[in-house]
């Protein structure tokens, strides 16, 4: 791809399968499928372990991108979709995933895979999306005790940073690395709206700025936002950040400065799936398992 | 317990405004939904340790829109119609201006 049309906010989709969980016999399989604004993801349990995880951007029909990720994730398990014993949709997207056996918000289930994939340490939960941030606060269980929703609009999330990426021609990917090589951090942009941000940093680099300078404003105004949103549940220990954006080592390390606390670092989910970003599928396959268990048991007490 | 206290709202500029429902009080009876003049307000099903239980919640459309929306009610003078209009108290409001 020539330079010219380089697409920079373009993030990389993936699928991944573990081998070492594969399905036999009687084993428990259970899907969640969480359609967010700006990704979809889905992932299939076996017992209650992530065996394949899948992530693709949302397209314009929520219930186009829910099927087509859930066959994403089971290509090449040698599972049909009517292997899985139970599917929960989450997301925004939630109400528009076809083949879920229930729905649930995206909330509970950030909390129960956030407890899934870092450890019952795990008390409060920064959920970076595409369009809104939201602070979630949960006990050793992954239950939820306190949820902020925030905000008026997709300033400082996802979305913004691919408006970013576009505008300063730069792979999103690197993004938060570059946005560290400031000598002395900027003073963060004003606004709070995507459109407007970007004028406004067009305005910063016309006046000279370098783009490392204007990517530090930017996410520190993001990270201050963040802060904000924390004071208000409390933020407690352990924190741990999910959604794209944590991936964003720009965000991340600004968020602990300010805050005076580390988040718990990602796990290895290149290798074992467990990844912030699925978070929310996690959660949901994990609460299918437990609604599956739940209607099994009623159905034999009835016998 | 069942503890699960939701903010809705927003935080800019002008200060911090919230609603906030508290899942424990709230028993689903909607007699906020008929109070509300903007049709803010929903009753969901949401599942609390694997029971379902009934809550009010802020409609997902209006959910970036409190700031406008629910800005003719903020607690400057009057309690809002939806936090008196639950006998539980399930339901209070945050306004925090911010001070320049």
Known sequence: MSEENRQYWRWREYHLVIPERKPKGSNIITAGVDVGSVSSKAAIMVDGQVYSVSIMRTGSSSS??????????????????????????????????????????????????????????????????????????CDEKGKVLAFLMNDKCAAGTGRGMEVLADLLKIPIEDMGEMS??????????????????????????????????????????????????????????????????????????????MLGMNTLPPPKWEENGLDPMAAGAIGAALFAKSLYEKTKSQHNSRG | MRLIITYYGYMDGSGEYYIVVDSEKCNGCGECITQCPKQVLEITRTIVD????????????????????????????ATPPCVSACGRKAITCIWKPKVP
């Open chain 1, 64 to 137: 186009d991108s829910a099927k087509k990720v859930m066959e994403w994730a089971l290509e090449g398990t040698g599972l049909k979709l009517s292997d899985i014993h139970y599917i929960v949709g989450t997301g925004y997207g939630r109400v528009n995933v076809p083949m879920a056996h229930n729905t649930l918000t995206e909330i509970a289930c950030h909390a129960k895979g956030a407890n899934y994939i870092w450890g019952p340490t795990v008390r409060t939960i920064l959920d970076v999306g595409g369009q809104d941030i939201k602070a979630i606060k």
């Open chain 1, 180 to 257: 560290l090589k400031v000598d002395e951090e900027p003073d963060p942009v004003s606004c709070t709206c995507v459109a407007f941000a970007r004028t406004e940093a067009m305005g910063l680099l016309r006046r000279g700025w370098s783009r490392e300078k204007v990517l530090a404003a930017y996410m520190r105004a993001m990270a201050i936002r963040m802060c904000n949103l924390l004071e208000r549940v409390g933020c407690e220990r352990d924190l741990v950040v999910t959604g794209g954006q944590s991936r964003n080592i720009g965000i991340i390390k600004r968020l602990e400065r």
């Open chain 2, 50 to 77: 694997l029971e379902e239980q009934l809550v009010a919640a802020v409609k997902e459309e209006h959910r970036k829109n409190i700031k406008y929306t629910c800005s003719a009610c903020k607690p400057e003078k």
